[in-house]
């Protein structure tokens, strides 16, 4: 056990250091790298120390998310709930891996912001010189979001004796990795749209690969006798971050590098960046047909380490494709182009693939479709119309997100209020028609070791958390769903989102998501946390109707055009009257909202009317039992008088 025990701190002590020396060496070696950007060198200190910080911060964020990760859905559970042991041990390890990501965090503010300002850090000791440098750049406003993760991910992971709490504390530091995502290089320029969705799921995977990876070790030096079942889901877990890292790391290279190719020191640390995913792949590989696992998991955490301080150095150095190409305002705003008017051909033939919700889309019809089959194949029957509805959904939210719908949608308001209304209303019906939650219980396997449960225990857990009863309340989801479109168009939030790209898709998860509980709420074919009466289901169906209606006939009415300034920036040619166009959106939002809304009403009747059905052919086998039992009680009562 001792040997072992060094060997596992003498390679997370090696990754580390060779890491940060990686790091270290391209800083040292880059030059200028901040004349690119139109910043003023801010000295060695704080290019050095904000490299360290940066470093730092990656390392811990990616052990506390990966830690967290491998309590919740590697490690052994408990019925009922509770955390394991191992789940326990590996929660604390990512409580300690979440404070130092806090504290690395908070000194990051800083010096980002002196970075951005060109300034020694010393000359932001001063309260109100800090506010004012960080209120003017927006990369120290990233870090202070991620502070804030921090801090909820700490305080949730040392409080974690439960499953549900460190699922929490996961889904809390995996969000935590995402602001800096936001405010790096690659949201800027042609392309930023890729690169930035290819992040949001590569920034995650690698750092659950890497925290779990050092979770895995941790556990491994605690346990004599390593269970199957954890390695065969650590195994699943690390080849999983392994494809999601590949892909999505090859389209955000690609997107860096430009038409042009790899040049200069960024292609040199990019090809060393895919020699150590290839290296680590390749010890993973060997990992899972090996015995005794541990030897090559510490060769793979010295390269993934290795590759923490190439990812780190990326961050520093110039893309080449923001150097050769400058971007249009267009492509500032969009990540491309809007030149063309829209034609019927270009909204059904210009696709560009949304790398968000495009891969959720694909995974869902996967995961659905494969669940289908387990039934039929042990003979149990699904609903045809409930595949067909699923399907029809995901379809509808691809072709509002990735074809040309998608891509013109940012141009008009007329457009973006039909993709609008297809991912708020028109997929949400349809996607909960399909009754995913009452498929994964009926399809996925039970706990099959003992007392240790499994996805259908995890999904029947989060199912009746008391956030999702929260959320699930009829008052709840119809304020989230009419009050939205009243929030978010009446006031500067639409006109801000739409700056940004990921405010912009963080719009779009937004609109699915309420209209997605809307709709389970009203007329899902699953079951919700609550019971509700169809009564009370038509009732709120009625009473959002109404919302409804009013926000498109003010939209109509309005003498103001909404996100003017936005409009504005982009300057399209062909856009035209921006009143008249959002006249035209506010008809759209009237006229389209009655089609899902009579589809719900239409569809909670028929249910209700084979709910009735169902009650009273069980009413009629009860009463005839009864009859039975009466006639029989008759008879015995004759028999003994005879």
């Known amino acids: ?98 404070v130092c990501w806090l ?80 405010a790096g290089h690659a949201s800027n ?24 990876l050092v979770a895995f070790l941790a556990w491994s030096r605690r346990t004599p006798d390593p269970s199957a079942l954890v390695l065969r889901r650590f195994h699943r877990l690390s080849a999983g971050c392994f494809v999601v890292v590949g892909v999505s790391g090859a389209v955000a290279g690609f997107v860096a590098v430009g038409p042009d190719g790899a040049s200069g020191r960024y292609g040199l640390v990019l090809a060393g960046e895919i020699v150590l995913f290839l290296g680590a792949g390749a010890a993973l590989a060997r990992r899972r047909r090996a015995r005794s696992p541990i030897r090559t998991a510490l060769a793979e955490l010295v390269l993934l380490g290795l590759a923490t301080g190439g990812a780190a150095a990326l961050t520093v150095l110039f893309p080449p494709s923001l150097a050769n190409h400058p971007a249009t305002v267009q492509e500032t705003i969009l990540g491309y182009g809007l030149d063309l008017p829209p034609t019927f051909a270009r909204l059904a033939l210009d696709w560009r693939p949304d790398l968000l919700f495009g891969p959720i889309a694909l995974a869902a019809v996967l995961a659905y479709l494969l669940g289908v089959r387990r039934l039929r194949r042990r003979g149990d029957t699904w609903a045809t119309g409930r595949t067909v509805a699923w399907l029809s959904g995901w379809a509808v939210v691809l072709v509002a997100t990735s074809s040309g719908f998608g891509v013109y949608a940012p141009g008009t308001f007329s457009l973006h209020m039909i993709t609008h209304m297809a991912l708020n209303m028109f997929a949400p019906v349809l996607l909960v028609l399909g009754g995913p939650v009452t498929l994964a ?35 709840v989801a119809a304020v989230l769903f009419a009050g939205s479109f009243y929030a978010l168009y009446f006031s500067s939030l639409f006109g801000e989102a739409m700056l940004y790209h990921w405010s912009h898709q963080l719009m779009k998860v937004h609109f699915l998501v309420t209209g997605y509980l809307f709709a389970w709420v009203a007329v899902g074919a699953d079951r919700t ?78 249910r209700w009317s084979r709910d009735d059905e169902r009650r009273a052919r069980r009413s009629d086998r009860n009463g005839e039992g009864e009859f039975d039992a009466y006639n029989a009680m008759l008879a015995e009562l004759a028999g003994r008088r005879r």
């Open 529 to 606: 946390p609550r019971r509700v009466p169809h009564l009370a289901r038509l009732g709120m169906l009625f009473a959002v109707m109404p919302f409804h209606a009013f926000f498109g006939v003010i939209l109509m009415s309005k003498q103001t055009v909404i996100a003017n300034t936005y409009y504005h920036y982009l300057s399209l040619p062909w856009a035209g009257d921006l009143l008249a166009d959002q006249r035209l959106g506010g008809g759209i939002a009237w006229a389209s909202g009655e089609v899902p809304m009579l589809v719900m009403v239409v569809a909670l009747l028929v």
């Open 441 to 475: 219980l009926r399809a996925l396997p039970a706990g099959a070791h003992g007392d240790v449960p499994g996805a259908r225990e995890w999904v029947t857990s989060l199912l009746h958390a008391p956030v999702t009863r929260f959320f699930a309340h009829p008052a």
């Open 103 to 182: 504290a690395a965090a908070v000194v990051a503010v800083p010096f980002s912001a002196a970075v951005a300002a060109g300034l020694p850090v010393t000359q932001l000791v001063r309260p109100d010189v800090l506010a004012a440098t960080v209120d003017a750049a927006e990369e120290p406003k990233a870090w202070l979001c991620v502070v804030v993760a921090a801090a909820v991910a700490t305080v949730l992971s040392w409080q974690a004796m439960a499953w549900r709490t460190t699922v929490a504390a996961a889904v809390t530091a995996a969000v935590g990795l995402l602001p800096l995502i936001t």
């Open 189 to 212: 320029g042609a392309g930023h749209d890729l690169a930035s969705n290819a992040l949001f799921w590569h920034v995650p995977a690698a750092s659950a690969w890497l925290g779990a």
């Open 1 to 98: 056990m001792a040997p072992h025990r060094f060997r596992a701190a003498a390679a997370v002590l090696s990754g580390v250091l060779s890491g940060l020396a990686l790091l270290l060496l391209v800083v040292a070696t880059a030059g200028d790298v901040y004349a690119p950007v139109g910043n003023a060198d801010p000295g060695p200190l704080t290019t050095y120390g904000f490299a360290v910080v940066r470093f730092a911060a990656d390392a811990a964020g990616a052990g506390c998310c990966g830690a967290l990760v491998f309590g919740a859905f590697v490690a052994a559970g408990r019925r009922g709930g509770a955390l394991s042991a191992d789940g326990y041990a590996a929660a604390r390890l990512g409580a300690a891996c979440a």
